[in-house]
């Protein structure tokens, strides 16, 4: 079995163990720093890393709900992983969450799968071949002014007075899932997606390949791409849209300096 069929198979049985855990009752709790965490987020990583570390014993491991063992920077293949990316959405019974599974060689995705189970919907994307959305290919919308455009980000920060110039009228939404609002882009349902605090690798390393292989632009609001595997898997901010996009709103947030 490659690679992108063995994370599909266990993405999609991740699924099915998480939306049983829901519909049993969910433990829920603080992690330190704050964010919310359950039983389910925790029984699916056991599962994920269970099933893949033996069937690559290889490669290395980096995953939201597992310590970090500094041993997956000296493979040459690594798993990251997000077990349920939007936890909120989850535990309040919201269908925008999903399993977040990347294999990264060199910094670089090279095989991918966000599966949203509750809403049956399971992107996939490996470096030789085309982003696709339950089997069909997928590709950005080709939106070229910010006016009107479908946003997913804050709406109270693009309302913040402090901007140098008003952002124009857009539709804003949100999503809790930062992997699953990035294939949002890439399947053209969504023009663009910001976000200006930080990001963890295992958000994006899947979702990353997935927008490339579709066809948007994915970067920080510096313009500057990401590398996967580091030895601190955080990104300051992120910034994905279509080809028209993504250069307008770098001219709206590259100033701005990111603690």
């Known amino acids: 079995?490659?690679?992108l069929d063995l994370i599909i198979a266990a993405a999609r049985e991740a699924g099915e163990l998480a939306l049983g855990?829901?519909?049993?009752?969910?433990?829920?709790?603080?992690?330190e720093g704050g964010s919310p965490v359950t039983d389910a987020d925790l029984a699916v990583d056991t599962l994920l890393r269970t099933e893949l570390t033996a069937?690559?014993?290889?490669?290395?491991?980096?995953?939201?709900?597992?310590?970090?063992?500094?041993?997956?920077?000296?493979?040459t293949r690594q798993f990251v992983v997000d077990p349920i990316d939007g936890t909120v959405?989850?535990?309040?019974?919201?269908?925008?969450?999903?399993?977040?599974?990347?294999?990264?060689?060199?910094?670089?995705p090279v095989a991918a799968v966000v599966h949203a189970p509750a809403l049956d919907e399971t992107y996939a994307a490996t470096a030789e071949t085309p982003a696709t959305l339950?089997?069909?290919?997928?590709?950005?919308?080709?939106?070229?002014?910010?006016?009107?455009?479908?946003?997913?980000?804050?709406?109270?920060?693009?309302?913040?007075?402090?901007?140098?110039?008003?952002?124009?009228?857009?539709?804003?939404?949100?999503?809790?899932?930062?992997?699953?609002?990035?294939?949002?882009v890439?399947?053209?349902h969504f023009d663009a997606a910001i976000a200006l605090s930080p990001k963890s690798e295992w958000d994006l390393a899947a979702a990353d390949l997935i927008r490339r292989q579709a066809g948007a632009l994915l970067t920080d609001h510096k313009g500057r791409e990401f590398a996967?595997?580091?030895?601190?898997?955080?990104?300051?901010?992120?910034?994905?849209?279509?080809?028209?996009?993504?250069?307008?709103i770098l001219s709206r947030v590259g100033h701005i300096e990111l603690p």
């Open 1 to 3: 079995m490659n690679d």
């Open 21 to 31: 855990a829901r519909e049993g009752g969910l433990k829920i709790w603080s992690k």
């Open 55 to 75: 069937a690559r014993p290889g490669y290395g491991w980096l995953s939201e709900e597992t310590a970090d063992d500094p041993a997956r920077l000296a493979t």
């Open 89 to 108: 959405a989850f535990m309040k019974g919201k269908p925008w969450f999903a399993v977040s599974i990347a294999v990264v060689e060199n910094g670089k």
């Open 134 to 184: 339950n089997g069909a290919p997928i590709a950005p919308s080709a939106t070229d002014r910010l006016f009107g455009a479908a946003m997913l980000g804050d709406a109270k920060m693009f309302a913040h007075p402090a901007w140098p110039e008003p952002w124009p009228d857009m539709r804003v939404e949100t999503r809790n899932s930062i992997a699953y609002r990035v294939c949002l």
């Open 186 to 188: 890439a399947s053209g």
């Open 228 to 248: 996967y595997n580091r030895p601190v898997p955080l990104v300051p901010s992120l910034v994905c849209a279509n080809k028209a996009l993504h250069p307008l």
